[in-house]
């Protein structure tokens, strides 16, 4: 059914994604409640009314989505699935969101950030209207291949319609497959699209296969074309292509070439049985990261290397680090001694050793100190937020009892990095119960702190969304001191005036605020009797930040320890342009454009001297969108990483 106005009919998953939007969204004549309302209800002080939305009549829906109903809003993520919603780009142009997805980051500072990306990517979502000259589905699919994202690629392709699918798209698909070292189903697309397109692309992927055929006939046909239509200008290929005819391994100069290692590339390479270059490792191309953990032709070591690499960087998922570590062959007295031995050469092999010896060990207590050699080593190497989602499997076999203890603090942690909260719970009061003066359990509790607290685990005593919506319009003034004799004084005209306190309009302080109040006290002498003082107050300066952003307190003496010179610093931030539209963005509920500005924004969490004020923009306007969960995920993964 169509309105007589209607320009196309809507496609079904659009006119389904907008009903599941309309049942799950509050009433907007009704009080903001969930992720818009409470602590961060003034995201950026300012003021803001919602875009057009879609609207609660779910046969209504064509009004909104006519002007956008093509093959460009394919995903595979609906609400349901964790997509942002068919109306994820209301009030954005195609051009800016075309330019926002074409400059996210292919290496995102955090795993919350890629995970966001990923969805953002492949979102079922309506796009703008304007500019119907950029494809956003063709943009999407890059993006994807330069994050080194392929299942999600070839998914998007493959949710395409095959008539709507063009030369760059049907590449995307393909050079996924060549990546993932697929090449038998890459051919087969390849096949499949050989009729439609006449790119040079196609005639090299024609050569591709047929030497993977063992086809010298088709293959030097097909090399003849390529020479004749551009010339041999790609010398890389056809070094890789003589190679590969005539039996022998690519001279220096064409492994010299590989800098910028292309999909085609890594699959000549598997075909000439050569190894990727080992210095790919240090370019940061997720292709050739890839390419090394998929080809036969690759070392141990360097794969076990290139694993550890890529799941830091969410290339590959924990599992299938396990199945490579677990791969490895350490003979019986290796695995038997890991502990006692000399540690591996290379880091990945002694993770490899000691996370096999934590798996085949039946007892809890060995296991347990497995377990924490492998935590210790990993914090000495940076990574120990890594090592905590490669053994989370391994650690829901120790008991949460008061047998460990001494394992209390090692398993709490390791159970907040890898985002298991309902464990961390256990192991955080198996901690507490067993404090005790003859133990360090409460001082590292107390070093712990910000993250417990960020992470939901400890109440701070954070007013509510129904308790900040009664006449405060959502702003918070807990940081005001509370004895009056460290009230601040002013000087003005007629000299010294001591300020009136403002009365009291909100309950007193509860039991937990008064806790929270003395725990950051705490923790703040603690944090500065370390020895870098510079070090001490940027990590200040970063939770304090991470707390605003939802709404934590942070007690005003705390700040003012902070407040002294130098005033000027410098730091790496995100441009003025990126804070302006990232809050303007989330105040107007453009769930799209929000999420890929935290994005941008949260890559400061990547660099010694990122501006911690940045990331408290993005999760307070991921809080703002109801993006509640991803928020908190991202503070607690940046303050792991940094605290390791």
């Known amino acids: ?43 950026g002080q300012g003021t803001g009314t919602l875009p057009d939305t879609f609207p609660s009549d779910p ?49 995102p500072a955090t795993h919350t950030g890629r995970d966001l990306a990923r969805r953002l990517l492949l979102s079922i979502a309506a796009v703008p209207d304007d500019h119907k000259e950029i494809s956003m589905l063709e943009t999407r699919a890059a993006k994807l291949i330069n994050m080194g994202e392929l299942d999600g690629a070839i998914d998007l392709v493959r949710a395409t319609p095959q008539g709507a699918r063009g030369s760059l798209l049907a590449q995307a698909e393909v050079n996924a497959l060549m990546i993932a070292g697929k090449l038998d189903d890459a051919c087969a697309a390849i096949d499949g699209y050989s009729n439609s397109f006449d790119d040079i692309f ?51 100069d064409i492994l010299n070439s590989l ?37 036969r032709a690759t070392s141990t070591d360097v794969r076990l290397e290139a694993a550890r690499k890529a799941e830091k960087l969410g290339l590959i998922e924990a599992a299938q680090l396990r199945k490579i570590y677990s791969d490895v062959s350490f ?46 080593s990993a914090i000495i190497n940076g990574d120990f937020v890594q090592v905590s989602r490669l053994t989370s499997d391994l650690l829901t076999d120790i008991p949460v009892n008061s047998d460990f203890s001494w394992f209390a603090i090692d398993a709490l942690k390791s159970s907040i990095a890898a985002n298991n909260m309902e ?81 009291k309009t909100s309950a007193p302080m509860n039991d937990a605020q008064a806790k929270h109040r003395a725990r950051m006290t705490e923790w703040q002498e ?35 320890a902070l407040l002294t010179a130098p005033y000027l610093d410098e730091r790496q931030t995100v441009s003025t342009a990126v804070n302006h539209h990232l809050e303007t963005a989330a105040m107007n509920m453009q769930r799209g454009k929000t999420v890929a500005l935290a994005i941008h924004a949260q890559q400061v969490a990547g660099v010694p001297n990122g501006d911690p004020k940045d990331l408290s ?28």
């Open 1 to 43: 059914m169509a309105f007589a106005n209607a320009q196309a009919p809507v496609p079904l998953f659009l006119k389904q994604e907008a009903e599941q939007n309309a049942n799950s969204q509050p009433d907007a004549t009704a009080p903001a409640t969930g992720g818009n309302s409470g602590p961060n209800s003034n995201f």
């Open 259 to 295: 800098n910028t290692l292309r999909p085609i590339d890594i699959a000549l390479l598997e075909i000439a049985k050569q190894s990727i270059p080992t210095n790919q490792l240090e370019t940061g191309n997720a292709a050739a990261i890839l390419g090394m953990i998929n080809a």
């Open 331 to 376: 003979d019986a007295d290796a695995i038997a001694n890991a502990l006692d031995d000399a540690p591996e050469g290379v880091q990945a092999r002694q993770y490899a050793k000691l996370y096999q010896a934590a798996t085949k060990s039946d007892v809890a207590a060995v296991r347990a100190e497995i377990l924490a050699a492998l935590y210790e």
């Open 202 to 252: 196609w005639l090299k992927a024609a050569v591709m296969c047929a030497l993977h055929a063992n086809d010298r006939t088709s293959a030097s046909f097909s090399t003849d074309l390529v020479r004749e239509m551009e010339g041999e200008t790609d010398k890389t290929f056809f070094g890789l292509v003589s190679a590969i005819r005539n039996g022998s391994a690519p001279s220096q």
């Open 617 to 644: 923009d993005a999760v307070a306007a991921l809080n703002h969108i109801g993006l509640n969960r991803e928020a908190r995920r991202l503070a607690v993964e940046i303050l792991m990483a940094r605290s390791q």
């Open 526 to 560: 603690m944090d500065a009797a370390r020895g870098d003082q510079i070090q001490a107050k940027r990590d200040s300066e970063l939770i304090f930040s991470l707390f605003d952003g939802f709404g934590i307190e942070v007690p005003i003496a705390l700040w003012d």
């Open 59 to 107: 046969d209504a829906v064509q009004t909104v989505t006519l002007q956008a109903v093509d093959a460009e809003a394919v995903g595979t993520l609906g609400r349901e699935r964790g997509g942002f919603g068919a109306d994820m780009w209301n009030g954005t142009s195609r051009e800016t969101a075309a330019r926002l997805l074409t400059d996210i980051p292919a290496m």
């Open 423 to 503: 464990r961390a719970s256990g192991w955080l009061q198996t901690a507490k119960n067993s404090s005790n003066p003859g133990n360090d359990i409460e001082s590292r509790l107390i070093l712990l702190y910000p993250v417990l607290a960020l992470a939901g685990l400890e109440d701070t005593g954070t007013p509510t969304a129904t308790e900040m919506a009664d006449g405060s319009n959502g702003s918070v003034t807990v940081n005001l001191p509370d004895d009056g004799a460290t009230t601040p004084v002013r000087y003005g005209l007629g000299g010294a005036v001591t300020l009136t306190p403002p009365a």
